[in-house]
């Protein structure tokens, strides 16, 4: 790697919390481009030098160190990192209209399904506006059912073949939905309702780049939430 942009070495390091569908997707996607990595996992309540200093706007994760350099923003690393290490595969379509289509789609989860899952995460003790929250989500998923139909074109995944930029900004709440399903009894993304997003849960699930690090142990999600439901 070279010229002005280029950081000072290749090292890569993500700071980050294990259940944040912030987070998730930025390891999955260093995952896709076969690249090494070393995870620090956060105390969102002791913030580490690392985490303050390299952050000191918003002190959020993920943050994704590369040489020393930090890039913060979940979908905004995501790009950094298709813009990076371009080729395959790719996170962000070619086309021009298509990417923009893909932005648009990403924008609308962090929107909606975000302030759903806010809702559903921190309003737990108030069983009337967590179940508007849940009613929100439905609506958003119902919505992205029909994105995901004119994306995918009939292919696996919003990316087409392969997960791309969509996928993982939705994949990154599933851990949280698997949780919120054991709650209301269901599977959130409803194969009922939504057969199409169901399917493609299963198969984001089961790819192996989202293998150990979609959590997969609904308790442990919920004992996370009653952590944060205590502070
Ligand atoms: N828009 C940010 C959101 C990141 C975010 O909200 N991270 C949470 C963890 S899920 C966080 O670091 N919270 C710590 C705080 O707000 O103090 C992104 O996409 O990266
Ligand atoms: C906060 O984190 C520091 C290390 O980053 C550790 O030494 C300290 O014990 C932690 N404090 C609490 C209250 O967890
Ligand atoms: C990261 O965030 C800090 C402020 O918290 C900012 O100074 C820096 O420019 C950001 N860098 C990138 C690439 O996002």
Known sequence: MAGAGAAASD???????????????????????????????EDLYNKSLLLVGSNPVHKKVPVLLHGGRAINESQIILQYIDELWAGT????????YERATARFWAAYIDDKVRSAWVVMVFRYKNKDEW???VARAGEALDTLEGAFRDCSKGKPFFGGDGIGFVD??????????????????RRLI???????????????????????????????????QQVLLAR
Do not use: C, Q
């Open 11 to 41: 090292e890569l390091k993500v700071l980050g919390v294990w259940p944040s569908p912030f987070v998730i997707p930025v390891r999955i996607a260093l995952n896709m481009k076969g690249l090494s990595y070393e995870y620090v996992e």
């Open 168 to 185: 993982l900004v939705l994949g990154g709440y599933l851990g949280w939905f698997g949780a919120f399903g054991k709650i209301i009894g």
């Open 89 to 96: 595969p790719a996170l962000l379509p070619s086309d021009p």
């Open 131 to 133: 179940a508007e929250g």
């Open 190 to 224: 409803d194969p009922a309702k939504t057969p199409l997003l169901a399917a493609w849960e299963d198969r984001f699930r089961a790819a192996d780049v989202a293998k150990g690090v979609v959590p997969d142990d609904v308790d442990k999600v919920l004992a996370y």
